[in-house]
């Protein structure tokens, strides 16, 4: 497959002009930015740069489908489904690899198990990123927040740990796991 045009995609979903597309458009970028500089520490395991710009890029584009009113998404679904419904997104638009970046970026990746102890509403399966271009995303999401306030400031690792340790300390080890791999 070619190139994939990551604006012309979202341009299909969200208005160009509304703040939200804005939003989306620069946490993405901030993000693929970090994802690339993470790909370079492991060249080595020779990762797919296009592909991870691209992904990157694309990772919450079913943001607009869930109720997060603090950024302007006024969706019905709550904000955990956005990666399912990216994926869906993707899917649809005949980006299979892309999609399933989508779904599994959130946090360090969501399990079986979390869903079920939890009571997620997610469909009952893994969505962990299991590729190295799927891992480097999801490290990279952890740095940037969609607020507006602070889009373009990288949150420090403490406070990434700390947002995680919410979720269980087995978050918390793989991220420490990512943070030895792709900024060494």
Not at 24 to 46: G, I, P, Q, Y
Not at 49 to 61: G, N, T, V
Not at 135 to 156: G, M, N, P, T, Y
């Amino acid at each position: 497959m070619g190139p994939v045009d990551p604006l012309a995609i979202i341009s299909k979903y969200y208005d160009p002009e509304s703040e939200l597309h804005g939003i989306l458009v620069t946490h993405s970028r901030m993000v693929a930015k970090k994802a690339l500089e993470a790909a370079r520490a492991v060249e080595h395991l020779n990762p797919d740069l296009r592909f991870i710009e691209e992904a990157a890029m694309l990772h919450d584009i079913g943001i607009f489908r869930v109720s997060f009113p603090k950024i302007g998404c006024r969706g019905s679904s709550p904000y955990i489904c956005h990666g399912v419904l990216g994926r869906e997104i993707l899917e649809r638009e005949g980006l299979p690899r892309h999609a399933l970046v989508c779904e599994r970026h959130i946090g360090t990746g969501i399990t079986r198990a979390d869903v079920e102890k939890r009571d997620l509403p997610l469909p009952k399966r893994d969505m962990v990123p299991v590729s190295i271009e799927e891992q480097i995303i999801c490290f990279a999401d952890k740095f940037f927040s969609k607020d507006k306030d602070s889009l373009v400031k990288e949150r420090s690792i403490d406070e990434i740990k700390r947002s995680l340790a919410v979720l269980g300390a087995e978050k918390v080890r793989r991220f420490e796991e990512w943070i030895t791999i792709f900024l060494s």
